[in-house]
């Protein structure tokens, strides 16, 4: 009797193993199915030939931002060239990137992109300034300049140079190059130093000595030697507001 009832107990038990199993693998099987069918960002041609030619890093970061994805996708359709930055030079660039706000972020992806197509020809004779993704069309700002420089394309934000070092995709209305240096526009870096001098109330002294607080901000040392003349233009942004305080203590004095 015991016997019997062992063996309808063991019967029993398997039974429950059983069903279990059945219920864990269709469960198993049933979870991750629609998390895989909408996780992934709908596959995108752009950053697999990014990633799969030298520019990983920088596909990688493209895909991280939603917004910056969606933008360089359906710009291809109406024509898009994409400088995708090699991985040392992108790597390197990671602490300051971290640095930046999430939109600083965005922007500085955008600026990667010009919403037209250029073959590296085109880039070549064009010799000119260019808006980028990240341009906001009424300023015309976040531009660069491309330059012919012999045998190499350059291109310029006036923080530095990026050279064209490869041409990773080129087939209209979609071209892809590889350049050596991070693009790094004016605007944010700009933004990213300005709010250290500004705060300081050091109205009375030389504008000279308003460069002297930012070169604290080492990083762009070197750069911020070329752009004496948008630091001279910093520096009466500073005093838009000591010509307003102005104005007030002689409101207050009459
Ligand atoms: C991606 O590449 C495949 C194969 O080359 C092609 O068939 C498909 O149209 C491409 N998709 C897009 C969105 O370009
Ligand atoms: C990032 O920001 C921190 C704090 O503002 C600063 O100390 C650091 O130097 C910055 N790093 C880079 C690479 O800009
Ligand atoms: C380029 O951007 C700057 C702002 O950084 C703007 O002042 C200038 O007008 C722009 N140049 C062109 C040609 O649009």
Request: proline letters at 8%.
């Amino acid at each position: 009797m015991k016997f019997l009832i062992f063996n309808l107990l063991l019967i029993f038990s398997a039974y429950i193993d059983c069903g279990n199993a059945v219920v864990g693998t269709t469960a198993a099987a049933a979870a991750p199915a629609p998390i895989t069918e909408k996780t992934p960002p709908p596959p995108s041609n752009l950053t697999t030939i990014m990633a799969q030619k030298g520019c990983k890093t920088f596909a990688n970061l493209v895909s991280s931002i939603p917004e910056v994805l969606s933008t360089f996708q359906s710009d291809v359709g109406g024509g898009l060239t994409v400088f995708c930055v090699k991985d040392g030079a992108m790597k390197s660039f990671m602490p300051k990137y971290k640095n930046l706000t999430a939109s600083g972020k965005t922007s500085l992806l955008l600026y990667h992109g010009i919403p037209v197509y250029n073959s590296l020809y085109m880039l070549k004779i064009s010799n000119g300034v260019f808006n980028t993704l990240a341009t906001d069309g009424t300023t015309s700002n976040y531009n660069f300049t491309v330059q012919d420089a012999g045998h190499d394309v350059t291109l310029k934000t006036g923080l530095g140079t990026a050279t064209i070092v490869s041409t990773l995709f080129d087939k209209t209305p979609l071209a892809i190059f590889a350049v050596n240096n991070v693009l790094q526009p004016k605007e944010l870096f700009k933004l990213v130093e300005a709010p250290t001098p500004a705060p300081a109330p050091a109205p009375k002294s030389k504008p000279e000595q308003l460069s002297a607080p930012s070169s604290s901000e080492a990083p762009d040392a070197d750069s911020a030697d070329q752009e004496t003349a948008d630091d001279n233009a910093g520096g009466s942004r500073v005093m838009v507001p000591t010509i307003v305080v102005g104005i007030l203590l002689f409101m207050v004095g009459l």
